[in-house]
Every structure is written in structure tokens, then in C-alpha cells.
């Protein structure tokens, strides 16, 4: 019995560690580490940053490079641009996956199941492929610009390619299922009964969506926005492959600095400011939504 | 005034599918009037066209002299109690009262002073602020009950209101419901599909099956007197006979029934002719069990053997198997106190019951 208990302990303790473990191996070491190199001065050498310590063993460590980066408009531009840019397509996908999600999870079981499969198909090709794609779309030759031209709507193809429209279509379009997907989850569950008991109440059916159906898709909203906006944040293929070379993202700056550059305390700078961006927003959200949980408890 | 909810002639249906089949009924003012039947008879899909959810394929539906047939469920002054009550999970008690009032656009102070007078009719003053999901079963209900009343509704409808309580709950929040209907003077229209519910609460119960009225009449009228076997067998439990008419005098009719052996006398019915086929039904607890003959002129003697036998407590319940190899059920109050049996396995004995107590049915 007692050995039992210890034995359950034991267990107990294994499957708690073992995630703690896989977050400290990928995600506090190498965060650590990035952390340490944003500390360091760039110097042409192999790694190409000082060490922590002088030879002494005096801590040398300078914050040169997150003083660099708040000063020189270029960087703080490109957060902003980059804010804009991921806000601008979640609140795109947001507006196309609303209505979406809420088509499924109201659909019979059969078709329901069938339509989340096409949602999630365009998972089975390559990311990158998909990305090419748009390319062939969006081209001066590609197919949207013939199509308008045979149409006689132009009579000179748009330039959509290496605009910030297309990265902005690019981003929409690639992170779509991610909206619709948590958003699906928290609709379905959804009571009917309710928005009709709304309705039996006097509201208008668009009275009972605002009253009923947002608050409580309101779970599924806050995720899919999350789950939308933090990669497109830091998004590098999209911006690359369909953006000019003036509209810049962080992403792609991040990776500048890195591989063109060679200067990894900044670059290494860069990436501890976007993940604070990142962080700080969902840490208020989540002591907000705890807050909710206990009031209602 | 008898048609304060005239339906005329309503039909819906689902594609091929009848849910609702071209029904008639007027419900009194202040009436608590139940729709009863199985799952899938279409008491749910009239209800829902009452309430303005479903338009009918056919028919018109009045309530109170106005056609509300095509009105939006939001126009209507018709509220309704749902069977999950669509309590909504993110306001408080105090708010769900209060929502029907706010689309109104209701003064605050006036919303403020009816939701207290709700909160003291359901009895759930001290649970003002309290979330859903921190209410029991019976307290949900009436959340939903006050929500749907403080309206004021011409009408309110009720579907299953009692289902998702366990039974002790449920036989108190019965007489609950039926004083709040009597205080408010509401017309309460409740679908059930327990016979018991309909029978307590019920001034008036509508028997439902696919999509008709098998019959319509106070609780009584349809227990002691129903006017077919789905009605019969619905409500509680019935021993028929298969007999064919001999005699149809002014009081009722003789029938003979080979099941039986013998000529069964019963209340007659108009439009019945000689040479008929029809059945004689007797409810179990107005036949008598006897091991003499009964001596009592007029009564139906049949002679049978106790097949079997349950001691209910209060009373007692037999199958006889009559000399045909009918078997028939009699149940028989426990009047005295008594360690041994009155009856046997296998013992010969006497059923009997009066002509009064038999019903006609037809189909």
C-alpha cells in the first residue's frame, strides 16, 4: 500500500518534470543564451560576440545594443510597421473567421466534418509552396492580373507584388485556419437555446448575437487572435518572398542582422524586444481573463 | 372567453416529413393547457411555432384577436421557459431577470424594482448576484421561470419545465408552478411527455401523436373516458377487449367478446352500429377480485386464475388468465393489514367490474 503511494509519487513527479524539463532544454536555456549575447559587443571572431566575463573575470556586460535599437528610428519604425501589419490580419482573419466558424460549428455533423477537413487542408502542402503560389496569383503576369485585363477592368496590370498588400493577403491567408479553428471550438459548444432565448426576450437576432453569441465566443476570439497574431509578428518567409525591400518587418530584420550583418548582440537584442512585446500583452490578458475566472468562482 | 390562442388549422413540415398535421385548438385565458405525447409527435415543433421560432407551412395561430403567424419571436407577447433553460452563462441572476426588461428599455429604477419582486416570487432573494453555474438544478428553473415572467407575457410557454429535475424536486416545483400560474393568471401552455406532470398540472391536456390530436379534455375526461387506444394506452394502463356490437341502446351498447366469454356492457358512444368491431377497455384499478362469485346484478363476472402477482405496498397488483388465455390486470387497494396473502399463485378467482366503469373504443 505504502509502497504503492510512494510508487504514485514517484509518477507524479516524473510526468510534472518531464514538461518542465522540455521547457527548460528548448526554451529558458536558449533564452538565456540570447539574452547573454544581447549583453555582449559584435567583434569580427569566432562566435562573433565577447564573452561575458574579461579575463579578470569581471562581468562585461553592456546594454549598448537595446540602446542602439531605441534610438535609431529605422528599428522602432519597424516594430510599429510590424504591430500594424500582424494587427492588420488578425483583425482580417478575424472578419473572414467569424462567419466561417460559425457556418461550421451551426452546419449538420456530416458537412461540419467535412468542411474542417478543407479547412485544415491546405495544411498537407508545403508552407512555402503555398507562399509561391500567391506569387503565381499576384504576379503582373499572374493569374488575378490577366483575368482583369481579359475582363477589360485595366487596361495595365496592378502591381500587387512586393507591396505591402501582398504580404498583408500572404499573412491573412496563411493564418486563417488558426483563427477559425479555436473559434470553431467555442462555437460549437455554444447552447442554440440561448441566442433564442435572447430573441424571446425582445433582442433582434443582430441584438442577440452582440448580447449572446460574441461574449461567449469571446474564449475562442482571444485565442484565435493570439494564435494569428504572434507568428505573423515575427513572420520572415511571407514578408520576404511577397514584400518589397522597403517594407520592412521584424522578422526580416531579425534575420539581417544575424546572417547579413553578423551582428548577433543586436540581432540578439531584436528578438528579446519582440518576444516582450509578445509577452507583456498576453501576461496582461491572462492576469485579466484569471481575475474573470475568480470573480465568477 | 374560450379562444384567447386560436390555432387554426396549423401544419409544418420538415421536407417529406409531417411534424405538425393540420391541428386545431383554443386555449382559454388564465388556462394551464398541456400538450403531451412521445418524443417526435410534434409537441415541441408547435410550441416553437407558438413561440415564433418555426413558421407554420399552413394555418394561422391568434392570440388574444391579433394574428401572430408571421411575427418575430421578439414582437410576440409570448414568453418561454426553455428545457435546458437557456440560462445564460455570462450574467448574473439578478441580469438574466432583467434582460427582457433592458431590450424593452425599460427605466432602470422600474427594471431594479421587478427584478426584486421576480427574485421574492421565485424565492431567490439572496441569490441576486450569484453566477449560473453556481445555481442547483431547482434554482436554475426558477431563474429561467422569472426571466420568462417578468415580462409580463399574454402567454407563457413551458417545454418539459420539470424534465432536468429529479423526481422529489419535482413534484414540489410542480405545485410551485401551478400556484405562480394562479397568482400571476398567466395562460401557462406546457409540453411533457410525463403523463403524470400533465395530469397534476393540467386543467386541459392535449394528447399528442405524429403530428395530431388524439384527443383534448381535462385530466379526467381523458383518463376515465379516452376516445382511442393510443389515448388509453398513453395515460396509465388499460385492459381492452376485442368484442362486436349486439345491442346499442340509449345508455351505451352489448358487445360480445370472444377474449372475454362473455357480453360486455359499456357507456356507449354516439355513431356505433350493431356488428361493429370494437374494443371494451377497463382500467385495472375498477375490477374486483374475488374468490366467490360476486353476487352484485349487472356487474361483468369473468372467472380466471391468478397468473401473477406484486404487493406495491399500498396496493397490490394481479394478472389473471382468463379461460381464452387473455390475461388481464387488476389492481387492488391494500385496505387492511395483513401478514399472509389474500391470494395465490394459481388460484382460482372472480374478476368483475360495472358497466359504467367501461369504456368504448374505436381504431
Request: negative net charge; hydrophobic residues 50%; proline residues 4%.
Given at each position: 500500500?505504502?509502497a504503492?503511494?510512494?510508487?504514485?509519487?514517484t509518477?507524479?513527479?516524473?510526468?510534472?518534470?518531464?514538461?518542465?524539463l522540455?521547457?527548460?532544454?528548448?526554451?529558458?536555456?536558449?533564452?538565456?543564451?540570447v539574452?547573454?549575447?544581447?549583453l555582449?559587443?559584435?567583434?569580427?571572431?569566432?562566435p562573433?560576440?565577447?564573452?561575458?566575463?574579461?579575463?579578470?573575470?569581471n562581468?562585461?556586460?553592456?546594454a549598448?545594443?537595446?540602446?542602439?535599437?531605441?534610438?535609431?528610428?529605422?528599428?522602432?519604425?519597424?516594430?510599429?510597421r510590424?504591430?500594424?501589419?500582424?494587427?492588420?490580419a488578425?483583425?482580417?482573419?478575424?472578419?473572414?473567421?467569424?462567419?466561417?466558424?460559425?457556418?461550421?460549428?451551426?452546419?449538420n455533423p456530416?458537412?461540419?466534418?467535412?468542411?474542417?477537413?478543407?479547412?485544415?487542408?491546405p495544411?498537407w502542402?508545403?508552407?512555402?509552396?503555398?507562399?509561391?503560389?500567391?506569387?503565381?496569383?499576384?504576379?503582373?503576369?499572374?493569374?488575378?492580373?490577366?483575368f482583369?485585363?481579359?475582363?477589360g477592368?485595366?487596361?495595365?496590370?496592378?502591381?500587387?507584388?512586393?507591396?505591402?498588400?501582398?504580404?498583408?493577403?500572404?499573412?491573412?491567408y496563411?493564418?486563417?485556419?488558426?483563427?477559425?479553428l479555436?473559434?470553431?471550438?467555442?462555437?460549437?459548444?455554444m447552447?442554440?437555446?440561448?441566442?433564442?432565448a435572447?430573441?424571446?426576450?425582445?433582442?433582434?437576432?443582430?441584438?442577440?448575437?452582440?448580447?449572446v453569441?460574441?461574449?461567449?465566443?469571446?474564449?475562442?476570439?482571444?485565442?484565435?487572435?493570439?494564435?494569428?497574431?504572434?507568428?505573423a509578428?515575427?513572420?520572415?518567409?511571407?514578408p520576404?518572398?511577397l514584400?518589397?525591400?522597403?517594407?520592412?518587418?521584424?522578422?526580416?530584420v531579425?534575420?539581417?542582422e544575424?546572417?547579413?550583418?553578423?551582428?548577433?548582440?543586436?540581432?540578439?537584442?531584436?528578438?528579446?524586444?519582440?518576444?516582450?512585446?509578445?509577452?507583456?500583452?498576453?501576461?496582461?490578458?491572462q492576469?485579466?481573463?484569471?481575475?474573470?475566472?475568480?470573480?465568477?468562482? | 372567453?374560450?379562444?384567447?390562442?386560436?390555432?387554426?388549422?396549423?401544419?409544418?413540415?420538415?421536407?417529406?416529413?409531417?411534424?405538425?398535421?393540420n391541428?386545431?385548438l383554443?386555449?382559454?385565458?388564465?388556462?394551464?393547457?398541456?400538450?403531451?405525447?412521445?418524443?417526435?409527435?410534434?409537441k415541441?415543433?408547435?410550441?416553437?411555432?407558438?413561440?415564433?421560432?418555426e413558421?407554420?407551412?399552413?394555418?394561422?395561430?391568434?392570440?388574444?384577436?391579433?394574428?401572430?403567424?408571421?411575427?418575430?419571436?421578439?414582437?410576440?407577447?409570448?414568453?418561454?421557459?426553455?428545457?435546458?433553460?437557456?440560462?445564460?452563462?455570462?450574467?448574473?441572476?439578478?441580469?438574466?431577470?432583467?434582460?427582457?426588461?433592458?431590450?424593452?428599455g425599460?427605466?432602470?429604477q422600474?427594471?431594479?424594482?421587478?427584478?426584486?419582486?421576480?427574485?421574492?416570487?421565485?424565492q431567490?432573494?439572496?441569490?441576486?448576484?450569484?453566477?449560473?453555474?453556481?445555481?442547483?438544478?431547482?434554482?436554475?428553473?426558477?431563474?429561467?421561470?422569472a426571466?420568462?415572467l417578468?415580462?409580463?407575457p399574454?402567454?407563457?410557454l413551458?417545454?418539459?419545465?420539470?424534465?432536468?429535475?429529479d423526481?422529489?424536486?419535482?413534484e414540489?416545483?410542480?405545485?410551485?408552478?401551478?400556484?405562480?400560474?394562479?397568482?400571476?393568471?398567466?395562460?401557462?401552455?406546457?409540453?411533457?411527455?410525463?403523463?403524470e406532470e400533465?395530469?397534476?398540472?393540467?386543467?386541459?391536456?392535449a394528447?399528442?401523436?405524429?403530428?395530431?390530436?388524439k384527443?383534448?379534455?381535462?385530466?379526467?375526461e381523458?383518463?376515465?373516458?379516452?376516445?382511442?387506444?393510443?389515448?388509453?394506452d398513453?395515460?396509465?394502463t388499460?385492459?381492452?377487449?376485442e368484442?362486436?356490437?349486439?345491442?346499442?341502446?340509449?345508455?351505451?351498447?352489448?358487445?360480445y367478446?370472444?377474449?372475454a366469454?362473455?357480453?360486455?356492457?359499456?357507456?356507449?358512444?354516439?355513431?356505433?352500429?350493431?356488428?361493429?368491431n370494437?374494443?371494451?377497455?377497463?382500467?385495472?384499478?375498477?375490477?374486483?377480485?374475488?374468490?366467490?362469485?360476486?353476487?352484485?346484478?349487472?356487474?361483468?363476472?369473468?372467472?380466471?386464475?391468478?397468473?401473477?402477482?406484486?404487493?406495491?405496498?399500498?396496493?397490490?397488483?394481479?394478472?389473471?388468465?382468463?379461460?381464452?388465455?387473455?390475461?388481464?390486470?387488476?389492481?387492488?387497494?391494500?385496505?387492511?393489514?395483513?401478514?399472509?396473502?389474500?391470494?395465490?399463485?394459481?388460484?382460482?378467482?372472480?374478476?368483475?367490474?360495472?358497466?359504467?366503469?367501461?369504456?368504448?373504443?374505436?381504431d
Amino acid at each position: 500500500m505504502t509502497a504503492n503511494a510512494k510508487n504514485d509519487e514517484t509518477w507524479r513527479r516524473v510526468a510534472v518534470a518531464v514538461p518542465y524539463l522540455w521547457l527548460f532544454v528548448f526554451f529558458l536555456a536558449p533564452f538565456a543564451i540570447v539574452f547573454k549575447i544581447s549583453l555582449a559587443d559584435p567583434v569580427i571572431a569566432q562566435p562573433p560576440f565577447t564573452a561575458s566575463f574579461d579575463e579578470q573575470g569581471n562581468l562585461a556586460a553592456s546594454a549598448d545594443s537595446f540602446r542602439f535599437l531605441l534610438t535609431d528610428k529605422l528599428y522602432v519604425i519597424t516594430y510599429l510597421r510590424s504591430v500594424l501589419m500582424a494587427g492588420g490580419a488578425t483583425i482580417l482573419c478575424l472578419a473572414l473567421g467569424f462567419p466561417m466558424a460559425y457556418g461550421i460549428a451551426r452546419s449538420n455533423p456530416a458537412t461540419r466534418n467535412l468542411l474542417l477537413l478543407l479547412i485544415v487542408l491546405p495544411f498537407w502542402i508545403s508552407f512555402l509552396l503555398r507562399v509561391y503560389a500567391w506569387m503565381g496569383l499576384m504576379n503582373n503576369h499572374g493569374v488575378i492580373n490577366n483575368f482583369l485585363m481579359w475582363l477589360g477592368a485595366i487596361d495595365k496590370p496592378i502591381q500587387f507584388m512586393y507591396t505591402d498588400f501582398a504580404v498583408f493577403v500572404g499573412l491573412a491567408y496563411s493564418y486563417l485556419p488558426f483563427m477559425i479553428l479555436p473559434l470553431y471550438a467555442s462555437l460549437e459548444r455554444m447552447d442554440l437555446s440561448l441566442v433564442e432565448a435572447a430573441q424571446d426576450l425582445g433582442a433582434t437576432r443582430t441584438r442577440a448575437f452582440w448580447d449572446v453569441t460574441w461574449p461567449l465566443a469571446r474564449a475562442g476570439v482571444i485565442a484565435g487572435c493570439l494564435l494569428v497574431f504572434i507568428p505573423a509578428m515575427g513572420e520572415y518567409v511571407i514578408p520576404y518572398l511577397l514584400g518589397g525591400p522597403e517594407s520592412l518587418l521584424i522578422g526580416r530584420v531579425l534575420f539581417d542582422e544575424f546572417f547579413v550583418n553578423r551582428d548577433w548582440p543586436l540581432a540578439s537584442a531584436v528578438a528579446i524586444i519582440l518576444l516582450l512585446l509578445l509577452v507583456v500583452p498576453i501576461v496582461v490578458l491572462q492576469r485579466y481573463q484569471a481575475r474573470d475566472q475568480e470573480s465568477a468562482a | 372567453m374560450k379562444d384567447f390562442i386560436h390555432i387554426k388549422g396549423i401544419s409544418k413540415l420538415f421536407g417529406d416529413f409531417v411534424a405538425v398535421d393540420n391541428v386545431d385548438l383554443e386555449i382559454a385565458r388564465g388556462e394551464l393547457f398541456s400538450i403531451l405525447g412521445g418524443s417526435g409527435c410534434g409537441k415541441t415543433t408547435l410550441l416553437r411555432m407558438l413561440a415564433g421560432f418555426e413558421v407554420p407551412s399552413s394555418g394561422t395561430i391568434e392570440i388574444d384577436g391579433t394574428d401572430v403567424t408571421h411575427q418575430a419571436p421578439y414582437d410576440r407577447p409570448v414568453n418561454m421557459m426553455f428545457q435546458s433553460y437557456a440560462i445564460f452563462p455570462h450574467m448574473d441572476v439578478a441580469k438574466n431577470i432583467a434582460y427582457g426588461l433592458r431590450k424593452e428599455g425599460v427605466a432602470k429604477q422600474e427594471i431594479d424594482k421587478r427584478v426584486g419582486e421576480m427574485l421574492e416570487l421565485v424565492q431567490l432573494v439572496d441569490f441576486r448576484n450569484r453566477k449560473p453555474e453556481q445555481l442547483s438544478g431547482g434554482q436554475r428553473q426558477r431563474v429561467a421561470l422569472a426571466r420568462a415572467l417578468i415580462k409580463q407575457p399574454k402567454v407563457l410557454l413551458l417545454d418539459e419545465p420539470l424534465a432536468a429535475l429529479d423526481k422529489k424536486l419535482r413534484e414540489q416545483t410542480q405545485f410551485e408552478l401551478m400556484n405562480i400560474q394562479d397568482e400571476l393568471g398567466i395562460t401557462f401552455v406546457v409540453v411533457t411527455h410525463d403523463q403524470e406532470e400533465a395530469m397534476t398540472l393540467s386543467s386541459r391536456i392535449a394528447v399528442m401523436n405524429e403530428g395530431r390530436f388524439k384527443q383534448v379534455g381535462t385530466p379526467k375526461e381523458i383518463y376515465e373516458f379516452p376516445h382511442n387506444r393510443f389515448v388509453a394506452d398513453f395515460i396509465g394502463t388499460i385492459n381492452t377487449f376485442e368484442a362486436v356490437v349486439t345491442v346499442v341502446n340509449e345508455d351505451g351498447i352489448e358487445a360480445y367478446s370472444d377474449e372475454a366469454g362473455e357480453t360486455l356492457s359499456a357507456l356507449g358512444r354516439q355513431l356505433i352500429e350493431v356488428g361493429q368491431n370494437i374494443e371494451v377497455a377497463v382500467r385495472p384499478e375498477k375490477i374486483f377480485i374475488s374468490k366467490e362469485k360476486p353476487e352484485e346484478a349487472g356487474d361483468v363476472c369473468i372467472e380466471g386464475v391468478v397468473d401473477d402477482l406484486g404487493y406495491l405496498g399500498n396496493r397490490s397488483l394481479y394478472r389473471v388468465r382468463l379461460n381464452s388465455g387473455k390475461m388481464v390486470q387488476v389492481s387492488s387497494q391494500n385496505r387492511r393489514r395483513s401478514i399472509t396473502r389474500f391470494l395465490e399463485w394459481e388460484d382460482k378467482v372472480w374478476i368483475s367490474w360495472r358497466p359504467r366503469s367501461a369504456v368504448v373504443l374505436l381504431d
